[in-house]
């Protein structure tokens, strides 16, 4: 029910005497609500009951402009709960009082706010008048009135006041009306500057909060209820928990623990962002350059055994799980469908900084060794890499609702995160940091990388889905995969591969270039090759195609497994591929509709395959060839001798032809100055 039905006022007649105008500061009347309901009344700082007066007063409803800028929303109930007086049971309504602007004006100017901030400090103007009033502040406030409005703010009994009103339940959306973000801000304006002063004000008024537990339990309650909440407020109550994370993780994080089952309770609430970006936060701050150097704030070991123990992983693909069955049951709504995308993303934010962080040792971290011991379980069971159970169940989740969802989100969701995940441990082995590096070099990818490999079929089946069986089918000569001239070929509406697929392939990558036995044997067996070099044929204008099929032929030519060089060269058949593709390129009339669009690509590819014959030369000359492959048996003395000419010839001009400058060659730099050569010749100039 709305505010406003609920709500009867009535107002009293303000004087012109410019006095009182000039006390009030020219925006604030008293405003007195007489709900129909029963309402606590409310004593001390948030309103301030008036005597009553012998001026007849109307009693009508709140019109909508008055509603809007009254205490209404969750300011109004919360003003009914603190600090007042519980009326009796089923007694009359008790008049509640507060103040409210007198119209929505433009803007409040630092003189007019110097005034009420005055009237909030000698308890004459209420702390919800001058939180409202701070709403509508557009000018940056000089340096002594900002400290004391801080200053006022951090008093503890201000503090009570502005920690209910956050976590007050922010007042229903009328039925039938979608409100802009614009409007909520307007009609829950208290609470809104409340968690931006809480969140994003001076250290002073957290560091206040966080000495006061009472205080920061509120906050914490407020993800304990067991029905849906608030997303307006969630988010608010999470922002202000963030910052209290990121001044005070040690107090922060000690409350939490005390609270049971708050970890599984935070992981319902995923679909809200500032909620998944919290449980990373209680494993370690973040940095502005985090996510790409790998570098977190100091580990917070209360943190990492609250993780850890509650085994978050596992609690995030339960919620992962529900959100899928629900979004598959009742079609997509906002949490089913932002639950999906922040959990795979909240399991790869606590894998980067479980995997950046050294396991703790007695002898360096003072600590004795059955807490290392604690710490070092909890750390493996939040690096995915060492317990791959929890994020590869979201995968099987993902590929089993692939079939009937046509958008794939839960696929594309956890494909992303392991992505994102696997080139952060790329990054990391690099890392300038010797501590960084070090620690992710210790990291075993081989349980992760073994139950990865066996969904290979399974995303091979998804990668074939777009592929015309003429195209990969190993029987066929590759020269009626090419297509004919395109000459006579009309421009065709062209097929889209999907973003979905491509992540796929971007994830194989990473398979192809690791290529431990058990994978490399999946990945011949699933002729994962051919379909990705089938798409490649068909897709031909697909320049993140290209790149990505190029990046899987180069890992698997550098690598060390035999199985995977000869699926490349024989299976596929890449040098007879090459050796085609390179004449219809030259061959390609200037004329035609639509000319060939992988000349980079020949040209990437046909060096990883050049550098790859050097390398296995060399291997022959060693160990008695041992290590070497017979390249003739496998293509043919044919197609190796039309490739060797390509490389030798056509790949060197074009090397030349991309590397000249657009324009022609870079004119020399001049050595002397032109103001020289003007001047005349019996001045020296210095």
């Excluded at 008024?205 to 969630?234: M, W």
């Excluded at 990391?428 to 990865?452: C, M, T, Y």
């Excluded at 990437?604 to 060399?618: M, W, Y």
Aim: charged share 25%; glycine share 6%; aromatic share 6%.
């Amino acid at each position: 029910v709305n505010m406003a039905s609920r709500v009867s006022t009535t107002r009293e007649e303000v004087s012109d005497n410019n006095n009182d105008k000039k006390k009030q500061g020219g925006f604030l009347r008293r405003v007195r609500n007489r709900t129909i309901d029963t309402l606590d009344s409310v004593k001390g700082s948030i309103a301030f009951p008036q005597r009553k007066t012998s001026v007849n007063m109307e009693r009508s409803s709140v019109d909508s402009k008055l509603a809007r800028m009254s205490l209404g929303g969750g300011a109004a109930r919360a003003s009914s709960d603190i600090g007042g007086r519980e009326s009796g049971g089923g007694a009359e309504a008790q008049p509640r009082f507060s103040y409210a602007l007198d119209e929505i004006p433009q803007s409040v100017k630092t003189k007019e706010f110097k005034e009420i901030l005055s009237n909030a400090k000698a308890g004459k103007t209420s702390v919800v008048a001058l939180l409202e009033t701070m709403f509508l502040l557009e000018e940056n406030l000089p340096g002594d009135v900002y400290v004391q409005l801080f200053k006022f703010l951090s008093r503890l009994k201000n503090l009570r006041i502005m920690v209910k009103l956050l976590v007050t339940t922010p007042m229903p959306e009328d039925s039938g009306n979608s409100m802009s973000e614009a409007d909520v801000r307007l009609r829950e304006r208290s609470p809104y500057v409340v968690s931006m002063v809480l969140s994003s004000g001076p250290y002073q008024i957290r560091r206040v909060l966080s000495l006061n537990p009472a205080l920061i339990e509120q906050l914490l309650k407020y993800f304990d209820s067991c029905d849906d909440l608030h997303a307006v407020g969630t988010v608010r109550v999470s922002r202000v928990v963030f910052a209290l994370l990121n001044d005070s993780p040690l107090e922060t994080i000690r409350l939490m623990t005390k609270r049971k089952n708050f970890v599984k309770n935070l992981t319902t609430r995923l679909y809200s962002v500032p909620v998944a970006e919290l449980l990373p936060q209680m494993f370690s701050t973040s940095k502005p350059d985090s996510l790409s150097s790998l570098r977190f704030g100091a580990p917070n070991i209360e943190g990492i055994l609250l993780l850890g123990e509650a085994r978050v992983h596992e609690l995030i693909a339960d919620a992962f799980e529900l959100a899928e069955q629900d979004r598959a049951e009742n079609g997509e709504s906002y949490k089913s469908v932002a639950l999906i995308e922040n959990g795979p993303r909240c399991i790869g934010a606590l894998t980067m900084r479980a995997m950046a962080t050294s396991h703790f040792e007695p002898e360096t971290s003072n600590l004795d060794r059955l807490m290392c011991k604690r710490l070092n379980a909890a750390l493996d069971l939040i690096n995915i890499f060492h317990q791959p159970e929890p994020l590869i169940r979201m995968l099987d989740v993902g590929l089993a609702a692939s079939k009937a969802d046509p958008n794939r989100r839960c696929l594309r969701a956890v494909v992303n995160a392991i992505i994102d995940t696997l080139f952060a441990y790329h990054s990391g082995i690099k890392s300038p940091s010797p501590g960084i590096s070090r620690a992710v070099q210790s990291v075993n990818l081989d349980p992760f990388e073994d139950k990865l490999g066996l969904r290979i079929p399974a995303l091979t089946a998804i990668l074939r889905e777009s592929l015309d069986r003429r195209a990969f089918d190993s029987n066929t000569a590759p020269s009626s995969a090419a297509g004919t001239s395109s000459e006579s070929r009309p421009i065709q509406p062209r097929e889209q591969l999907g973003s979905v697929k491509l992540k796929v392939i971007e994830m194989l990558v990473f398979l192809f270039a690791f290529q431990t036995t058990e994978t490399v044997q999946l990945l011949v067996e699933s002729e994962t090759p051919q379909v990705i070099f089938g798409l490649f044929l068909r897709f031909q204008w697909n320049n993140m195609l290209q790149n990505l099929v190029a990046m899987s032929i180069e890992a698997s030519l550098i690598g060390r497994d035999k199985k995977l060089k000869i699926a490349w060269l024989k299976s596929v058949g890449l040098m007879q591929h090459l050796v085609e593709l390179w004449a219809r390129a030259q061959n390609e009339p200037e004329h035609v509709v639509e000319p060939v669009a992988y000349r980079g690509w020949l040209i990437r590819v046909s060096k990883a395959v050049d550098g790859f014959l050097v390398r296995n030369a060399e291997a022959a000359s060693r160990n008695g060839g041992a290590d070497a492959l017979d390249v003739t048996a496998l293509v043919g003395a044919a197609v190796l001798s039309e490739f060797e000419k390509i490389e030798t010839v056509e790949v060197e001009k074009f090397e030349r032809m991309e590397s000249t400058p657009l324009g022609g060659d870079e004119l020399p730099k001049r050595t002397v100055s032109i103001l020289r050569n003007l001047a005349p010749a019996e001045q020296v100039l210095i």
